[in-house]
């Protein structure tokens, strides 16, 4: 068994983070434009590319479609590529964003996740990335400074995988994560540059008539982003759901792979459970709430009640079958929801793991807590209060609202 | 031409094309093709330079202009062209 | 630099039309763009003019749907489109990558040159910001906007270069309305504006010069900006076969004067400075107005004023070109 490599702690916000694992992954272009709370990502890059501390082209575009356009159209080229964005930003990628995984181009993206507008609102919550879920980009939260360290190189590894070849978004809670500081173990440049390799590339046929690499080259021209009519463009959208089922297995064996270097791993890198194989009452969510009602658990453990924690860590793909099997014992569930869909009875992650369980051979009780909308901070009490509230289902066995609100004024 | 259409297992990814369009003809667009005569032609090869579809070729060897039906749209723009109307756009 | 292309130099004007012709096509036949189109042969002479290894993209438009109709292609260069917007973006990336994997040694350590294609809508109106940053930015490569002033692609509507008085399916010459009320966005003179090292414009019927200029953008060191006007029988309601004469006519008429700006430095090209040193080859705007159907209201008892309107109009712009090429005099139509 291989020995877990020596690693040293620094002080970083969860932006620093991305930056320093984005400075070590070997990337040939960066192409950015800034917005709260994703700032320090590309300032701090900026820095590293003034003090010639990476070999990278970084270019600041005026606006983040062209810099998802340059992103793309770089790694049409070849190259490795890296971005950040957050709410508006990641708003008006949303057009590049399909593109760029209709182009099969394993771009890694940032998203320091940030309410939409309107009203404005800089702080912290899924909207936008949710608003996403659709654009065939793999999508992964992170809990803590950690993780999303972790996972930004862990991204380039998963993306590019020949079986996989999408790109990947990394998302950290808008300024709980992006801004706050923490102790993160970093690992040494040439071990996170081993780990990431180089990028390959997978191979297609041309009207050369040659199957080549999947790049533009004077040496084999071939014609990327024709029009494809009706007769011929489902398959190639077949073929990206193909490669989202591939990238389930794929994300968990980096995960592996990386948790053997580090030592630390998150669950099975698809979901990450916490106490919830004999768990009763439990709460699903993403991102840093996990951290929160991890708390919370062990609180109400200590008295006796059987709560439990699954924080999914792939949004996309989702983990439908894992989810299924980790809640099959639970007997009532409350999804924590950091965003809205609008007249759709509850956020996505709720429709989603309700789906995951609906064909189970156990149907617990499935409650919707939209939270922390805004960046409306969410604290261990309120979390406390909706285990009780999934307590008091079990009771009365009767769901009075499917919906309900977190801290918000009546 | 074409065998019956690939599968999603097996058609190229991401959509890349894998026919030349050199092998779409689109001559069958015209409805007046161009005709020249050689005795006005000073194989200037204007109508070659500006000839849309590339349809109008210098043949080195051959030291002549050579019209390819197979690809001209009938467009007369090569006749418009022609310093010495050595070119008449002619029914099909 | 420019470089040699065996006997002749294509930057420096020095070539044949036998030169060209023997030129191998990169914009192959079996496009599918409409009989009689200018823009096709627009790409083609661009595309003669290229000096070695290329890589090309394209905004949506007509000239990439046409071209690219999976599983076909017209392209025998590499070439990628991703969206409207992106022409210069792609390139920003496009240019970017190739430098830093020549750096790295991933890929063969040789000049590439990149080439953006733009439509009207792709440049003037949607497109304009990323071709802004992209200069802004100073990439290396070189922009040809192909103009048939509309959104020809989706149905001849009306877009920032569409010129005054043009009938469009989005600004009808109507009973109560005569076409597009508004002017002509002068794109070429807001890329000299960027203080970029080369601007030009070109209409195909003057090959010689619109490969020459294609030739120096490419070979010019940082980012360089074309506007080739490209007529659409079809949006223009013109005829087919005139598409190039009528590319003749816009300049003759001073519609589209010929001209390059090198580091900001206006000088107009032979077949506009002809006119300018002989005032009485400048043909009135009816010549080149009559013939195209999109103009055909203003032929009427209701709208003909506007002809003078754009009489006017073209006059002062072209004075005004005259001055910045250092040539000012009074242009009157013979």
């Known amino acids: 068994m291989k020995s877990v490599v020596k690693q040293e702690f620094q002080g970083l916000n969860g932006d620093e983070a991305v930056a320093l694992a984005a400075k070590q992954s070997d990337?040939?272009?960066?192409?950015?434009?800034?917005?709260?709370?994703?700032?320090?990502?590309?300032?701090?890059?900026?820095?590293?590319?003034?003090?010639?501390?990476?070999?990278?082209?970084?270019?600041?575009?005026?606006?983040?479609?062209?810099?998802?356009?340059?992103?793309?159209?770089?790694?049409?080229?070849?190259?490795?590529?890296?971005?950040?964005?957050?709410?508006?930003?990641?708003?008006?990628?949303?057009?590049?964003?399909?593109?760029?995984?209709?182009?099969?181009?394993?771009?890694?993206?940032?998203?320091?996740?940030?309410?939409?507008?309107?009203?404005?609102?800089?702080?912290?919550?899924?909207?936008?990335?949710?608003?996403?879920?659709?654009?065939?980009?793999?999508q992964i939260y992170a809990e803590n400074a950690q993780e999303v360290y972790d996972s930004v190189f862990q991204a380039f590894r998963i993306g590019e995988h020949l079986d996989v070849?999408?790109?990947?978004?990394?998302?950290?809670?808008?300024?709980t994560l992006s801004h706050t500081l923490e102790n993160v173990q970093v690992l040494a440049d040439d071990v996170v540059k081993r780990?990431?390799?180089?990028?390959?590339?997978?191979?297609?046929?041309?009207?050369?008539?040659?199957?080549?690499?999947?790049?533009?080259?004077?040496?084999?021209?071939?014609?990327?982003?024709?029009?494809?009519?009706?007769?011929?463009?489902?398959?190639?959208?077949?073929?990206?759901?193909?490669?989202?089922?591939?990238?389930?297995?794929?994300?968990?064996?980096?995960?592996?792979?990386?948790?053997?270097?580090?030592?630390?791993?998150?669950?099975?890198?698809?979901?990450?459970?916490?106490?919830?194989?004999?768990?009763?009452?439990?709460?699903?969510?993403?991102?840093?709430?996990?951290?929160?009602?991890?708390?919370?658990?062990?609180?109400?453990?200590?008295?006796g009640v059987k709560a439990g924690l699954l924080r999914i860590r792939t949004f996309r793909p989702f983990p439908a079958k894992g989810i299924a099997n980790a809640l099959g014992k639970a007997k009532a569930v409350a999804v924590m929801d950091k965003s809205m869909s609008f007249g759709g009875n509850g956020g996505a992650v709720f429709h989603e793991v309700r789906h995951a369980l609906y064909d189970g051979q156990t149907h617990p009780y499935i409650v919707d807590y939209v939270y922390g909308l805004g960046g409306r901070d969410t604290s261990p009490s309120q979390i406390r209060k909706i285990f009780e509230d999934l307590q008091r289902i079990l009771q009365v066995k009767h769901v009075d609202e499917l919906v309900k609100y977190v801290g918000l004024r009546e | 031409m074409s065998s019956k259409d690939k599968g999603w297992k097996e058609v190229s990814p991401a959509g890349?094309?894998?026919?030349?369009?050199?092998?779409?003809?689109?001559?069958?667009?015209?409805?007046?093709?161009?005709?020249?005569?050689?005795?006005?032609?000073?194989?200037?090869?204007?109508?070659?330079?500006?000839?849309?579809?590339?349809?109008?070729?210098?043949?080195?060897?051959?030291?002549?202009?050579?019209?390819?039906?197979?690809?001209?749209?009938?467009?007369?723009?090569?006749?418009?062209?022609?310093?010495?109307?050595?070119?008449?756009?002619?029914?099909? | 630099m420019a470089v040699s292309q065996g006997n002749f130099v294509i930057s420096e004007g020095k070539f044949t039309a036998k030169d060209i012709a023997e030129k191998p096509e990169l914009f192959l036949s079996g496009h599918r763009a409409c009989a009689g189109c200018a823009a096709p042969t627009v790409l083609r002479l661009i595309m003669k003019a290229t000096r070695g290894p290329t890589i090309v993209t394209n905004a949506t438009g007509c000239m990439e749907v046409s071209s690219t109709i999976y599983p076909y292609t017209s392209w025998a260069t590499p070439w990628l489109h991703t969206?409207?917007?992106?022409?210069?973006?792609?390139?920003?990336?496009?240019?970017?990558?190739?430098?830093?994997?020549?750096?790295?040694?991933?890929?063969?350590?040789?000049?590439?040159?990149?080439?953006?294609?733009?439509?009207?809508?792709?440049?003037?109106?949607?497109?304009?910001?990323?071709?802004?940053?992209?200069?802004?930015?100073?990439?290396?490569?070189?922009?040809?906007?192909?103009?048939?002033?509309?959104?020809?692609?989706?149905?001849?509507?009306?877009?920032?270069?569409?010129?005054?008085?043009?009938?469009?399916?989005?600004s009808q010459a109507g009973s109560a309305v005569p076409g597009k009320t508004e002017h002509k966005k002068p794109i070429a003179d807001i890329m000299v504006a960027h203080e970029m090292p080369y601007v030009a414009t070109a209409v195909p019927y003057y090959w010689k010069d619109?490969?020459?200029?294609?030739?120096?953008?490419?070979?010019?060191?940082?980012?360089?900006?074309?506007?080739?006007?490209?007529?659409?029988?079809?949006?223009?309601?013109?005829?087919?076969?005139?598409s190039i004469e009528l590319s003749r006519l816009a300049v003759e008429t001073c519609i589209f004067p010929l001209w390059e700006a090198v580091n900001g430095e206006y000088q107009l090209s032979i077949p506009s400075k002809v006119i300018a040193l002989a005032p009485q080859k400048k043909k009135p705007v009816k010549e080149y107005l009559q013939v195209q159907g999109r103009f055909r209201h203003l032929f009427t008892p209701k709208y003909e004023k506007i002809l003078d309107t754009i009489q006017q109009q073209t006059d002062k712009n072209w004075n005004r070109l005259l001055k910045k090429c250092g040539m000012a005099q009074t242009a009157k139509t013979a």
């Not at chain 1, 297609?204 to 463009?233: F, I, R």
């Open chain 1, 27 to 138: 990337i040939d272009v960066v192409a950015a434009y800034p917005i709260t709370p994703q700032t320090i990502i590309v300032e701090k890059f900026s820095e590293y590319v003034a003090n010639g501390e990476v070999n990278t082209e970084f270019v600041c575009t005026e606006s983040e479609h062209s810099a998802m356009a340059a992103c793309l159209a770089a790694a049409a080229t070849g190259a490795r590529t890296f971005t950040a964005s957050a709410s508006a930003g990641l708003a008006l990628m949303h057009e590049m964003l399909f593109v760029t995984s209709g182009c099969r181009a394993p771009v890694v993206m940032a998203v320091a996740n940030r309410a939409l507008s309107a009203p404005l609102n800089i702080h912290g919550d899924h909207s936008d990335a949710i608003a996403e879920r659709d654009s065939g980009w793999i």
């Open chain 1, 165 to 175: 070849q999408l790109p990947v978004m990394i998302g950290l809670d808008g300024f």
């Open chain 3, 210 to 242: 619109l490969i020459t200029k294609a030739a120096k953008g490419i070979e010019v060191d940082g980012p360089a900006f074309m506007h080739v006007f490209a007529p659409c029988p079809r949006g223009w309601r013109s005829e087919p076969s005139k």
């Open chain 3, 83 to 170: 969206a409207f917007e992106t022409a210069a973006a792609n390139a920003s990336g496009i240019e970017t990558a190739l430098k830093i994997l020549r750096k790295k040694g991933r890929i063969k350590d040789e000049r590439v040159d990149v080439i953006a294609f733009a439509g009207d809508g792709g440049t003037f109106d949607i497109g304009i910001q990323a071709l802004s940053g992209a200069v802004e930015r100073g990439h290396d490569f070189l922009y040809v906007l192909y103009d048939n002033e509309a959104y020809m692609n989706t149905g001849i509507q009306r877009s920032g270069g569409t010129p005054l008085g043009a009938s469009t399916t989005t």
């Open chain 1, 195 to 303: 780990f990431v390799g180089t990028r390959q590339l997978p191979s297609v046929l041309t009207h050369e008539g040659k199957s080549v690499p999947y790049k533009l080259d004077p040496a084999n021209p071939m014609t990327m982003g024709p029009v494809a009519l009706p007769n011929y463009y489902f398959e190639f959208k077949r073929q990206q759901e193909e490669a989202m089922r591939k990238a389930l297995v794929v994300i968990k064996q980096i995960h592996d792979e990386c948790a053997e270097l580090t030592g630390r791993s998150y669950g099975d890198g698809l979901l990450d459970p916490y106490k919830l194989e004999d768990a009763e009452v439990a709460i699903v969510c993403l991102g840093s709430t996990g951290g929160t009602v991890k708390t919370v658990v062990d609180e109400l453990r200590t008295e």
């Open chain 2, 16 to 92: 890349v094309c894998w026919k030349s369009s050199s092998t779409y003809l689109t001559g069958d667009w015209k409805t007046y093709k161009p005709v020249r005569d050689l005795e006005k032609c000073t194989k200037c090869l204007l109508c070659s330079i500006f000839c849309p579809d590339a349809a109008i070729h210098w043949n080195k060897e051959k030291g002549d202009i050579e019209f390819d039906l197979n690809f001209c749209k009938g467009c007369g723009i090569c006749a418009n062209e022609c310093p010495t109307k050595a070119i008449l756009m002619k029914i099909e």
